[in-house]
C-alpha cells in the first residue's frame, strides 16, 4: 500500500524553509529584475537517478506566494527516474517561480536522497524476506517526512519517537537488574497498550528474553554468524531485528542470517540529497 | 573570530525536536522502568575524529525536562576530537538523560558533520588563499543552524537567504537581456544597499560584468584551465567564486587557480552526521 | 473517489476544542473520581440514521491523553448508519475516554450532521445530473472539515476561499459598469491562471455573460420556470449553477430545470448535529 | 446585567475565518474589478426576525484591512430586531467592504441565531421562574462565543469546561459505586472550591444525593410527572435543573413542574443562523 | 465612564511573564517545602498611598496553575488606597499563592504606578479644562495595559500608535515641504478616514496650519507664555495640545495657558511602580 | 567579562513592539507624506549622561522593514555616554527610519535608563567589595533584558527565576516549622541540584541558617548596625545578602557593613528611562 503523504508536516517544514529563505523583505535579486507578470514556464529535472519523494511539497510551495503559479506533477512519489527525466512542470508568475525554486529543490532532493538509499537497500535484500527499517536517527524538526521518504523507498517505519512503542535498551535493564525485570516493569505500568523490544547485546540476553515472552527483539551489533544462532534460537518464537554497523556492502549478508528485520541510522543520519534542478523553458 | 552561537535558533530546533520525538506521552519505556530520582552519571563521546559543532544544543535540551541533571562541555564548538574522545559529561535525574539522549546527539552529530566536513576541505586548500563558502542548499528549517557549523569549520558564510545579498542567475539575466541590463535594474532599485554577485557561464559574461564594475562574479562549473584563464582576465578587479562540481578530491586543483573563493553545496546537503554516543557510568 | 480527510485541520480543532474544555486545570470530576490506572471499554453509538463524517477526530483527540486509550472505527467515513448502530469501539483509560468524551462527540457530531443533511438533498436529486454544492457560510474556523463533510455526504465543494477561484458577484459588477467590464478586468489581471464564474439575477445579464464566453454562471434566486428558460438560453454552452431559497422540499423541482449544479448555504450556516453518545461496558 | 462580550475570543476567532477565506493570495475576484481607493458605502440589514448578537466582531475584521473602513452598529446585541431592519452602517474603502463581507456575516449570522432560539425559548417559560442553560455541546473552537451568545439571548451559562465546575454523571457514580461515594471523593479532593452538581437518572438518586446535602442536581430526561415528584422531594433543599429531550413545544410544560433550571444543548449544537446581508449603497 | 479592562492583554502579558519567572520546572523552592493541598489565605495591601490599576490580573493568574486559588478583589481599578489598605484578598492552595505572588505584584504594582502618577498630574490641573494625555513612550509588548492604567488613573489616550491617528512630525513637513503640502498629502491618501493632528515647533507654523484647517496641533517644547500666544492665536479654532518638558511641578502653569491638553511621555516611559506586598494569615 | 546580549529575548520584544506600534496598517503618516525611496541620514543621540544597554536592538528593529535602512552603532553597550553623545548613526528609506524612531528609542532609552541607575549603585558602593544585584521585580515580559542591562550596568543577576535557584523566604519557614525544616525538604527534593538560599528577618535566624551549613542568606530590611552583627557573626560561613529599603543614598553605608551582595528592585521595577532622541541629517 502506498504511504500517505504527511501534508500538515510538510505545510509546517515549507513555512520555516519560506521563513529562512525570504525574511521579511523577499527575494531581492529578482524583485528588482523580473517585471511582475512575466510568465514562465520550467521544468523540475533529476540530474541522477533515484527514488522520487516529496513531490507534495511543490504545490504547497507555490500556494505561499501571492502571484499564482501551478506544477502538474510528472514523477509521483515512488516513482524510479533516471538522469534526465522530468519530475513536475511548472508554470505562471516567473517571479515566484524563481523565488520557489530552491525551497523545493532542497525539500524534494532530501527527501529523494533518503528515498534512492532506502529503495537501493531494499533491492539489495530482494528475496530474502528482511524488512529494511528505519531509526529515531533523523534531522532534528523533519522526522515525520524523513520517516515518509523511507516508506515510498520500500522501508518500513520503526516507532515514531519514545512515545508510541516501548524499546528496553541496555540502561533501562540495568536500572532493572535484568531484561526480565524491565519487562515486567513495563507490563505492570502500560498492560498491552504499546509494542514492546528488548535491545540485547548477547545470546543469553536473547534466550533472557524468550523466557519471559518478549514479541521482538533487536540484536544490536552482532555479526552475521551471530546472528544465524540468534535466528536458530528464537525458532520463529519472536520477531528478530539487527541493528549496528550495516551498510549497502554488507546488508544482504545480514539479511541471509534469517532475521526478520534490519533497522539502519544512516538510511536518515546521513542520506545525500539527489541531484534536482530547474530548467526554465 | 570564533563564530557566535544562534541560541534562538537552537532553542526553536530543540523544541520542534523534542516535541516530535516525546509527543504528549513523553518516554513510556523509561518512565516505566528507571524510578524517578535515580541519579546517574554519563558522557557524549565522539565514536570517530571529527570537528565537534553544535554543542550549545546540550544543555538547552537538559534544560527543557522538569527532573534536573546538566552538562560539562568537554569539547568546545570548534574543537578537533579523535576517537574515544569525550565531548560532554553529564549529571543528574537517569530519566532525563535517557529521554534526552538521542535529541541530544541527533542535533550535536548533524552539526558537527557539517564541520568535520567543512574543516576537511579547508585543509585540503590551505595556503592558497581560497576561502571555503556554503550555499542556500541546506535542510529546510536548519539553515542558521547548518551555515554556523560551516562557519565553526573555517568556512565562511555565503547569503543566508534571498533577502540579504543580491545574486543575479541566468534566469535573470535572460528576463533582463543581459548581463548589464539585469545589474542596471538591480542598482536603480535597491542602490548599494546590497551586495551584488553575478553567476556567469562564459568568460564572455564574466568581461561583460567586469565592463561595468560588478564586485563579484561567480563562475558557475567551470574547469581549472577556464578558472584559471578567468582569473587572468579580471586581474584583481572583483571576488571571482568558484561553484559547481567540485569534491574533496578536486578542490585543492580549483583552489590553485587563483580563485577566490569556493562555494560547495554538499556541505550543508548530504552531509553525513559524525557518529556521537552516549556511555553510562 | 473518496474525500481524504483534512488531517491536519483536524488536529488544529481538537487542540483547540480540548483547550477550552479542559483549561489549566483539566477534568476536575473524573480526576477525583476515576483512580489512574482504571481501565474501561466503552463505543460511540448512533442514536439517530444518518451518515457519519469525520471519525478521524477520535483517535486524534484520544492521542492527545497521557494515559492511553485507542480506537476501532466500526463507520467508517460515508457510512449511513441507523439508530443504535455502532461508530467506533474505544477502550483504554477509564479517566482519558470520559474526559475526551464531549470533544469526540461534538466534532463527529456535528460533522456526520453536515454529512447527513448533503445525503438527503443528494438522493433527492437523484437521476437528474444535478451535482449539489456547498458555499462559502461556513462556521468560522471549521471550513475545511465543513466542506470535507460535504464531500462525504455526496457533495462537490465550491471555491474554498475568495483566494482560489473568481466569483463576479453584483458589487463588481457595478464597479465595472458591466458584465463584460468586469470579466475582462478579471482576465487582464490573473489571465486563465483561475477558474471564473460570474452571478446573474437576469437572463439579460445571463446572455451578456455567454456572449463574452464566460464558462460558469450563478443564477441567484430564480424561479423553476425561470431556471427552466436560463438552460435554453445557455444550451450548454457554460456551467450553470442555482443558488439561493432552495430547500429540501424544492431542490428536486430546482434540479429537473436541467441546471449543472445547486448551492445550499444551509447545509453549513444551519446544520443539526447528528445525536452521537458514548456508552460503557 | 449585559454580558460582556468575549473580545479576545472574537480576535482570535477573526483572524482564522480571515486567514481561511483569504489565503495567502487574498480576494482574487475583487483585487482585480474594483480599483484600490474606491469608496463605498453599505448596511448589513437582518432579513428575518431575531435577536442580534456578535456585533462586535464587525470592527474586528474592518480592522484587519490595510485600506480603512469603519462601522456604525445600529442594533447593540441583544437588539430584538425585524426583518429588513439595520444592524450597522459601514463606510470606507469598498475593496475592505466586499472582501470582509462573509467573514462578518458568517458569524454575526450564527451567534444571533443562537440569541435568537435562546430568546424564543426565554419567551416561552416567562413568568415560570424557571431559568434556560446551554451546555457545553458546543461547536469545537467557538465556546466562548456561543456561550456569550446564550447569555445575550437571556439565557445563563451553564460551565464553561470540565474545569471550572464538577458534574458527576453515571460513569462517575459507577467508578465510585454510588453517589454517595462520588461526592465524598470530590470533597476530599477539592473541598469547597468548585461548585458540585450530581446527574441522576431516578428518584432514588435523587433522594441519595439530598441526603448527602447536594446543591444541585441535574434530572436527566425525564418526564413532566416525573420531575414535578421530583420538586416534591427536593423541596427546595437543592437546585433541581432538567436536561434532555426538551424542545420548545414542551419546555413551558417543562418549566411549569417547578424544576429551577433547564438546559438546551441544541440551542448551540444544532442553532440556525440568522439570515443577514449586506446591502450596498 | 470607566474605561473597559483589556483581558486579552492581560491575558497575553500574564502568560509571558508566568512563562519567565516558572521555566519549564516550576517553583522549585514552593515544590520542595510546601505540601500540596495545604491551604492559605492572604492579602495583597499597598505599602504606600496611591491608585489602583491592573487587578484583573489576579484572577487571571491564579487561573492558570492547576491547584486552585481564588481572589476577592477589594480595591477596584481607581480607587484611590492608603498605606495598609487591602487590595484583594486570595485564599486557596498555598503552593498557588507562593508561585504566583510576584507575578501578580510585579503587574499590578506597575500598572498602579502609572495611575498614581496620572492621578497626581490630573488632580494638578483640576479646574483649568485641560486634558492630560498619555503617548507612545511606552514600555515594549505593554502598551495597551500602560494606555489602560492613563485612562483609569483619569488620563486620556493619546493614538494607540502609527495607524489609528495622523501625527504629522518635523521630519514629514520637511519631506513636504510645508505644513499644508504635508496635509494635503495626508488628505489625498487618506481623506477624513483618520483624526490629522500637526506638530508645530513655532507660532508661524501654527498659523499655517491654521490656515488649512487643520484639526488639532501639538505645540512642541514650548514656555508658557508662549503657550499663552499660541492660544490667542487659535481662538478656539483647533485643538491645541502642549507637549515636551512638563513635570509635575510646571503642569498647571501649562495648564492656565488655556491649552486643550497636555501630553506627557513620563507617565509610561518613567513611571515608579506602586509598592504593594503579599501579607500571609 | 561582557555579559552577552539575550538576542531572541530582542528579537521576541522588538516584534511584539512593533506589532502593537503598526497594528495591520502600518504608519498612516509616513506612508502618505514620505515618497517610497526617499532616503534619509539620521543619529541616535543620548539627550542626558547615561550608560548605553540595549543597542542590539536597532538593527533588529530595522531588518523587519522592508525597504532596507542600517545603523552603524557608535557607542556599544556599557559605554557612559554625555549628553549630545551619538550612540548610532542610521541611514536607508526614510520611510523606514521614521516608522522605526520610537521602537527604537523605547527599547534602547528603558535599557540604559536600567543599567545607569545600576551604574550609579556600582560607583557608590566602589572600593566596598559588595556586588549589587538585581530581583525579580521586573516588568513583565521584559525580564531577561532587564537582567541583562543590569550585568551591562556592572550588576550581578540574582535568579532568573523560581526555576532556576532556590529562596526560602518566610511564607517557606512557616510551612516547614523551621528553618531546619525548611532547608532539608529542599536538600530532600533537589540534593545538590540547585544552589540555595534563605531569607532571614533575625539575628537567631541567621544562627539557625549557618548551623545547618546553608550557603547563602539574604537579610531582609535589616539597619546597618543589624547587619554588621550579621557579618560578625557569619565569619564568612557563607554569602551574605543586604535587601529593603535601600537606596543610592544609603547604599554606600549598607555595603561598608561588609555583606558580600545587595540586591535592588528599584533598578527594574522603577527605572526611569534614558532620555534619547533621534536626529535627521
Chains 1, 2, 3, 4, 5, 6 share one sequence.
Request: proline share 3%.
Amino acid at each position: 500500500m502506498k504511504p500517505a503523504a504527511p501534508l500538515a508536516d510538510f505545510a509546517r517544514i515549507v513555512q520555516a524553509a519560506l521563513a529562512e529563505d525570504l525574511g521579511e523583505r523577499g527575494d531581492i535579486t529578482t524583485e528588482a529584475i523580473v517585471p511582475a507578470g512575466t510568465g514562465m514556464k520550467a521544468v523540475i529535472r533529476s540530474r541522477e537517478d533515484g527514488c522520487i519523494a516529496g513531490v507534495d511539497a511543490i504545490p504547497i510551495v507555490l500556494a505561499r506566494f501571492s502571484e499564482p503559479a501551478s506544477a502538474q506533477i510528472v514523477a509521483a512519489d515512488g516513482t524510479e527516474v533516471r538522469a534526465g527525466d522530468i519530475v513536475a512542470t511548472l508554470s505562471g508568475s516567473a517571479q515566484t517561480l524563481l523565488s520557489a525554486e530552491r525551497v523545493m529543490l532542497n525539500l524534494v532532493g532530501r527527501l529523494s536522497g533518503i528515498a534512492t538509499a532506502t529503495a537501493a537497500v531494499v533491492r539489495a535484500v530482494a528475496g530474502t524476506g528482511a524488512a529494511i527499517k528505519d531509526t529515531r536517527k533523523t534531522t532534528p524538526g523533519l522526522r515525520m517526512l524523513e520517516k515518509y521518504a523511507v516508506a515510498v523507498g520500500g522501508g518500513v517505519n520503526h516507532r515514531f519517537g519514545l512515545y508510541d512503542a516501548v524499546l528496553i535498551k541496555d540502561n533501562h535493564i540495568a536500572a532493572a537488574g535484568s531484561v526480565a525485570g524491565a519487562v515486567s516493569r513495563v507490563r505492570a505500568r502500560w498492560g498491552d497498550a504499546f509494542p514492546v523490544q528488548v535491545e540485547v547485546d548477547t545470546l543469553a540476553q536473547l534466550e533472557e528474553a524468550l523466557a519471559i515472552g518478549v514479541g521482538a527483539v533487536l540484536l544490536d551489533n552482532m555479526a552475521p554468524d551471530v546472528l544465524r544462532r540468534a535466528v536458530a534460537i528464537a525458532r520463529g518464537r519472536c520477531h528478530l531485528e539487527a541493528s549496528g554497523g550495516i551498510t549497502l556492502a554488507n546488508v544482504r549478508a545480514v539479511a541471509e542470517t534469517g532475521v526478520d528485520s534490519i533497522s539502519l541510522g544512516w538510511l536518515t543520519h546521513s542520506a545525500r540529497s539527489l541531484d534536482l534542478g530547474l530548467d526554465v523553458g
